[in-house]
């Protein structure tokens, strides 16, 4: 009789103990908050400064999305106008290849329209190279900077991102601090790593922008060097063209017999 009473007692415990156990899992369970999303968790939660670096972002798109569209070979140096325009030079006809350069919108068109004008037809041994060499240094110059004024802005871009995270992160640093040292010692460490977490945000989505933003602010600079040193070399081809119809045959009187193929 003791046995199964002291049997019974055991089981009465037993069962009482997952009843109390599971009873508290349920009241966990209810009090623990709602599981975040992805948008709340990695965006929202950084706070208002988040608005400026999204702003940032937008920014970097439109002015990559742009130099990718104005930084393209038709819109500097197309090979149809750059045809059509040493055909002119081969043969002299320098007053035809201004009036095609200056229909056209590209800057080997508006680059040769500034500087052909320079020729002077009264140098037969290089028809005023200098200056025309010095009207495509001017138009280059004043071209460049308007070309570059956008691909600037990216590098600005790359430099307050940074800056601006690093803000973020200050102010929920500091409220963070200020939550523990308000407290009667009985803060929260994971309510507070979790407050430290949400002002890392800020220097993680700075850090974000500001990487591809260094490279595109290179990839766009270097792209732009490019295509303006062809149009330059392109240029220098269409000026030897017409030297050499012009000073062919004094070229030629030059060789010494035996070498001229």
Same mark, same amino acid.
């Given at each position: ?10 089981? $009465? ?38 608005? #400026?670096?999204?702003?940032?972002? /937008?920014?970097?798109?439109? #002015? ?6 104005? /930084? ?25 290849? $201004? ?51 956008? $691909? ?27 939550? #523990? ?56 081809? #269409? ?15 030059? $060789? ?6």
């Amino acid at each position: 009789m003791n046995s199964l009473t002291r049997y019974t007692s055991k089981t $009465i415990l037993a069962t009482a103990g997952v009843m109390v156990t599971a009873t508290g899992s349920l009241f966990a369970q209810d009090a623990a908050p709602q599981s975040k999303n992805y948008l709340q968790q990695y965006v929202t939660d950084g706070g208002w400064t988040m608005i #400026l670096i999204g702003a940032l972002v /937008l920014a970097l798109v439109a #002015l990559s999305v742009f130099n990718f569209m104005n /930084l393209s070979k038709n819109k500097f140096c197309p090979d149809d106008l750059k045809a059509a325009l040493m055909d002119h030079m081969a043969n002299c006809r320098i007053r035809s290849a $201004i009036e095609l350069a200056a229909s056209h919108p590209s800057y080997l068109g508006r680059m040769m329209a500034y500087a052909l004008p320079n020729v002077d037809a009264r140098r037969i041994e290089d028809l005023g190279r200098d200056y025309v060499e010095d009207a495509i240094a001017d138009f280059s110059i004043n071209e460049n900077r308007k070309n570059m004024t956008l $691909i600037n802005y990216i590098s600005l871009v790359a430099q307050v991102a940074p800056m601006m995270g690093l803000f973020g992160t200050v102010l929920g640093m500091v409220s963070a601090f200020a939550t #523990l040292a308000s407290g009667d010692g009985s803060t929260d460490p994971g309510a507070l790593a979790g407050d430290i977490s949400v002002a890392l945000l800020t220097t993680l989505w700075g850090l974000i922008t500001a990487i591809p933003s260094v490279t595109m602010y290179f990839v766009f600079k270097n792209k732009l060097n490019n295509l303006v040193a062809e149009c330059h070399h392109t240029a220098e081809e #269409l000026l030897n063209a017409s030297i050499q119809t012009v000073n062919g045959e004094a070229h030629l009187a030059k $060789i010494p017999e035996g070498i001229a193929v």
